[in-house]
């Protein structure tokens, strides 16, 4: 009895999985063809070591697209990423590997609103 009490409570943990992954658009699954800037080699791991830092928050999942100087992303895959996010006005820019104020960016790079431009592995 207490083996199909816990084969029953077993069962949502294997079902849901495989259903959502069924569901899931295609698009989600970030196919990296996607990427507007082709000579990108690597994603960034987790510029946010042991704190966020000052213009950044702790969230339980920040996601792999923060708006950069360069870019923002229409839509992004559903994944976790790292645990920090750009607090409201700043972007995350990818030389300086911190979130800066929107205005700081340099005059000569145009941010582009692009489908999906991922920056966090």
């Not at 816990?6 to 959502?20: D, G, S, V």
């Not at 295609?26 to 000052?54: A, M, Q, S």
């Amino acid at each position: 009895m207490m083996c199909s009490s816990f084969l029953l409570l077993l069962l949502p943990a294997i079902y849901f999985p495989a259903l959502m992954a069924e569901s899931l658009p295609l698009e989600t699954i970030l196919g990296h063809d996607k990427n507007p800037d082709p000579t990108r080699e690597k994603y960034i791991w987790n510029p946010f070591p042991g704190n966020c830092g000052l213009n950044a928050s702790m969230v339980p999942c920040a996601g792999v697209c923060p708006e950069t100087c360069s870019f923002k992303s229409e839509k992004c895959p559903q994944y976790c990423g790292v645990n920090c996010e750009c607090i409201d006005g700043y972007v995350f820019s990818e030389s300086l590997l911190k979130c800066i104020l929107r205005q700081d960016c340099p005059i000569n790079i145009p941010q582009q609103v692009v489908e999906t431009y991922r920056v966090f592995q």
